[in-house]
T-cell receptor, first 122, second 111 residues
Framework: GAVVSQHPSRVICKSGTSVKIECRSL??????MFWYRQFPKQSLMLMAT???????TYEQGVEKDKFLINHASLTLSTLTVTSAHPEDSSFYIC?????WGGGGPLGGETQYFGPGTRLLVL | KNEVEQSPQNLTAQEGEFITINCSYS?????LHWLQQHPGGGIVSLFM???GKKKHGRLIATINIQEKHSSLHITASHPRDSAVYIC?????????????FGTGTRLTIIP
């Protein structure tokens, strides 16, 4: 089956530093990748949608200059949390949507989730 | 009001019991996901279905598009089934892949 990996799985950093999280689709090409954030005991919240080769689309309230997304290839998207602060501490999850999901009867709904990255900013 | 609602929010059951988690949504959708999130946070996609029923091992998912309702069933529940179960659907726009998530159901299976 389709596999999505994330790296690192957890990271601890000092306030003010930048952290890069990678999301890779291992056995399929992902035309679209999604980045989510989840605070403790809350549901996943979509941060942005990225399509390979184009700028990411950010959800309302998400600062694009703070959360830099680069979808440079069909198998890799990166999320960089710039100048991280303790309030950025959260669980970041990516998902990837393969092109076959867009061609079938279910449209583009197929998504495969990464295992998540737990960020702690001290 | 959340467009995707789940019930119950918390469910504790004895090992072996039959488990049902419900999900209802307020607008028409083309498909619905059931996800499992383990205590460490990792998410596994269990099902994506647009009609009828799907079965995988001890898990069964059903959906009634007309009634805007889906259920996830677990037969012969086991402590390793303890997790948060989340339903999600692309609510905002037809054909848009953005998912709207339910608040999750925390399932605890006691040995």
């Amino acid at each position: 089956g389709a596999v999505v990996s994330q790296h690192p799985s957890r990271v601890i950093c000092k306030s003010g530093t930048s952290v890069k999280i990678e999301c890779r689709s291992l056995d399929f090409q992902a035309t679209t990748m999604f980045w989510y954030r989840q605070f403790p005991k809350q549901s996943l919240m979509l941060m942005a949608t990225s399509n390979e080769g184009s700028k990411a689309t950010y959800e309302q309230g998400v600062e694009k200059d703070k959360f830099l997304i680069n979808h440079a290839s069909l198998t890799l998207s990166t999320l960089t949390v710039t100048s991280a602060h303790p309030e950025d501490s959260s669980f970041y999850i990516c998902s990837a949507s393969p092109p076959w999901g867009g061609g079938g009867p279910l449209g583009g709904e197929t998504q495969y989730f990464g295992p998540g990255t737990r960020l702690l900013v001290l | 009001k959340n467009e995707v609602e789940q019930s119950p929010q918390n469910l504790t059951a004895q090992e072996g019991e039959f488990i049902t988690i419900n999900c209802s949504y307020s607008v028409g959708i083309s498909a619905l996901h059931w996800l499992q999130q383990h205590p460490g946070g990792g998410i596994v996609s269990l099902f994506m279905l647009s009609s009828g029923k799907k079965k995988h091992g001890r898990l069964i998912a059903t959906i009634n598009i007309q009634e805007k309702h889906s259920s996830l069933h677990i037969t012969a529940s086991h402590p390793r089934d303890s997790a948060v179960y989340i339903c999600a659907a692309p609510i905002s726009n037809f054909g848009n892949e953005k998912l709207t998530f339910g608040t999750g159901t925390r399932l605890t299976i006691i040995p």
